[in-house]
């Protein structure tokens, strides 16, 4: 048997564990059996009593309360179309919503990755209005905010008085974000085009991990890769052999297309 055939074996045998695992504390919790054990709380005896990271154990504190209403997150779990994490993330949205309510969201979560589920909880951000002129040698924005948002940003401001003003705080993050992009400069030189090749180690043909992405925005010159397109806005990557048909994540499998082709390409 290879190394790799050994793994897979033991990746089975982990989430087998896991919802093992979460049988058992279903089992404690229902018979509130640490009370007698010294301990206040199902979490409490996560941490202190079966040693725990406090992170870990509201994973699973947070899994044993959904199973109780929806038993079915166990077998999915194991198939792995749903993570810890993922309902984790969900708890604290859905934890009063009623239970058809709690089975359509967690249907809707299955083979996403953590940070698509993260995204489907944000509250809507309040829009901010922009007005901007264009000059010969400079450009001028003109920024509406209401009062809550100013608030916002005046705390992080005096928060980093130490290090910017407005104006060099307002830059700072705006490179911060262009390098979570790969994007070092405005253009990307072309010597950066040429790092190694990124391959993802997900099964799940749906995450694409973030270098993966962002070697194959770099690699599309950030551009829209439908022909004749050349859009720079609303971009997305796209399984060229799509996921339903048995598509992966492979770099070779991936383009960059903008929200209009990709919803055009179906």
């Keep these: 048997m290879t190394i790799h055939s050994e793994l897979l074996e033991l990746c089975k045998q982990e989430k087998r564990i896991t919802s093992e695992i979460l049988t058992k504390l279903q089992e404690m919790e229902n018979r509130r059996g640490y009370l007698d054990?010294?301990?206040?709380?199902?979490?409490?005896?996560?941490?202190?009593g079966l040693g725990y990271s406090e992170a870990t154990a509201y994973q699973r504190q947070a899994c044993v309360?959904?199973?109780k209403e929806v038993?079915?997150?166990k077998?999915?779990?194991?198939?792995?179309?749903?993570?810890?994490?993922?309902?984790?993330?969900?708890?604290?949205?859905?934890?009063?919503?009623?239970?058809?309510?709690?089975?359509?969201?967690?249907?809707?979560?299955?083979?996403?990755?953590?940070?698509?589920?993260?995204?489907?909880?944000?509250?809507?951000?309040?829009?901010?209005?922009?007005?901007?002129?264009?000059?010969?040698?400079?450009?001028?924005?003109?920024?509406?905010?209401s009062h809550k948002q100013n608030q916002k940003l005046e705390k992080l401001t005096a928060l980093k008085s130490h290090k910017h003003?407005?104006?060099?705080?307002?830059?700072?993050?705006?490179?911060?974000?262009?390098?979570?992009?790969?994007i070092d400069q405005l253009k990307?030189?072309?010597?950066?085009?040429?790092k190694e090749f990124v391959v993802s180690r997900s099964k799940n043909p749906r995450q694409i991990p973030k270098r993966l992405r962002n070697h194959?925005?770099?690699?599309?010159?950030?551009?829209?890769?439908?022909?004749?397109?050349?859009?720079?806005?609303?971009?997305?990557?796209?399984?060229?052999?799509?996921?339903?048909?048995?598509?992966?994540?492979?770099?070779?499998?991936l383009q960059v297309l903008c929200a209009a082709h990709n919803r055009h390409k179906g």
């Design 71 to 73: 038993p079915e997150i």
């Design 165 to 182: 003003n407005l104006e060099s705080l307002l830059m700072d993050l705006v490179e911060k974000e262009l390098r979570s992009y790969g």
């Design 37 to 48: 054990m010294g301990y206040n709380s199902l979490f409490d005896y996560l941490v202190r």
């Design 65 to 67: 309360r959904l199973v």
């Design 75 to 145: 077998k999915k779990i194991d198939q792995g179309s749903l993570t810890l994490s993922a309902v984790t993330t969900a708890f604290k949205h859905i934890r009063k919503k009623p239970v058809a309510e709690k089975r359509k969201l967690l249907k809707s979560m299955e083979n996403k990755s953590s940070r698509e589920v993260k995204a489907m909880f944000l509250e809507p951000t309040p829009h901010i209005k922009i007005k901007k002129t264009e000059y010969v040698d400079k450009v001028l924005l003109r920024l509406e905010l």
């Design 216 to 253: 194959v925005l770099m690699s599309a010159d950030y551009k829209c890769q439908h022909p004749g397109c050349d859009s720079d806005h609303f971009l997305q990557i796209d399984h060229i052999f799509p996921v339903r048909l048995g598509g992966d994540q492979r770099k070779s499998n």
């Design 188 to 194: 990307a030189p072309e010597s950066n085009k040429s």
